[in-house]
């Protein structure tokens, strides 16, 4: 397969050689000379149509770092604008002898949709409310560094999972690698047959805290809501935010994780998020190590 699309169509082995080959480039990475010259004949564009801060530069970085040619195209400075369909869009990049595809979508099953349609290797940064791997990617890597291991570990991700693509493609890599998974947040925000993945429900925030090793606390997807079903900010806050006096209250030392953009105060407070608990900013540093592996690893099939 040339393409990573999403956690559901790679396997166990794809996850242990990108996690090996990350930690090649981690070590690369914090040398005083970052680049290796290893994709110097592949260009590769990465084309956003949804805003992006974390993956689009991670991206980019871990492109540079590999020694590709990269282009960069977001779609709201684009022809995209004019009408011109997203098909078109690629084939006319592609026409500039462009190897690779990195691509954010807001539509679920838009990479999938490419990859069946153009002649490139695409990487799926996000699609909708579907899936977002190479996040899932790195926050298992992440787990892995601090924890030894994700295999045993228990794993709540808390808030907006009916909207989130870092939930669906976390649950799908963590439970692939043998942890076990939970999910915690508002009956409006729990999309109704997640139990069919293995995944149990707990409504109760210190519940849920109690039980976990790590807690993932996901932001709410105010662009993808309809506020007629959702409590409000503050009731939110109060019944799913994670505060340090939660923090305190626990028995053990878990890990706390978020994606980002952080909504301080309302998913998680700024004490909790820049404690020496939270591996938020480890999180976007091994991105660009996992995102290096996952570039490298799809190059090597099309050289
Ligand atoms: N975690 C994440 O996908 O962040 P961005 O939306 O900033 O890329």
Not at 112 to 118: A, D, G, M, Q
Request: hydrophobic share 40%.
């Amino acid at each position: 397969v040339n393409h990573l699309l999403g956690i559901k169509y790679i396997t166990k082995n794809d996850i242990d050689l990108i996690f090996e080959t990350a930690d090649h480039f981690k070590e690369v990475i914090n040398r005083p000379i970052k680049k290796v010259p290893s994709l110097r004949d592949i260009t590769i564009a990465n084309i956003f149509f949804e805003n992006s801060t974390r993956t689009k530069l991670s991206f980019e970085l871990a492109q540079k770092r590999l020694s590709a040619d990269v282009i960069s195209f977001s779609a709201a400075q684009s022809s995209v604008k004019k009408g011109e369909t997203l098909i078109d869009t690629v084939n006319n990049i592609l026409a500039m002898k462009v190897d690779m595809v990195v691509m954010r979508h807001n539509n679920p099953g838009a990479a999938y949709f490419l990859s069946k349609n153009v002649n490139a290797s695409i990487i799926n940064a996000g699609d909708g409310a579907h899936e977002h791997p190479t996040q899932a990617l790195l926050d298992s890597y992440s787990i892995r560094e601090k924890l030894g291991d994700v295999a045993g570990k228990k794993v709540v991700i808390v808030g907006d999972i009916l909207h989130s693509r870092v939930a669906l493609s976390n649950i799908f890599a963590l439970q692939m690698q043998g942890a076990e998974v939970r999910v915690c947040g508002p009956k409006t925000l729990i999309p109704k047959h997640i139990e069919s993945l293995g995944v149990k429900v707990e409504s109760n925030l210190r519940k849920a805290l109690g039980w976990c090793d790590v807690a993932n606390m996901l932001r709410v997807q105010n662009e993808r809501l309809d506020f007629s079903y959702f409590p409000n900010t503050r009731e939110y806050a109060q019944q799913y935010g994670l505060t340090k006096e939660i923090l305190d209250s626990l028995d053990k030392e878990i890990v706390v994780m978020h994606p980002g953009p952080i909504n301080r105060g309302v998913e998680i407070t700024s004490d909790v998020a820049d404690s020496q608990q939270s591996v938020i900013l480890d999180q976007v540093e091994n991105g660009v190590a996992v995102r290096m592996a996952v570039i490298y690893l799809l190059a090597s099939k099309i050289k």
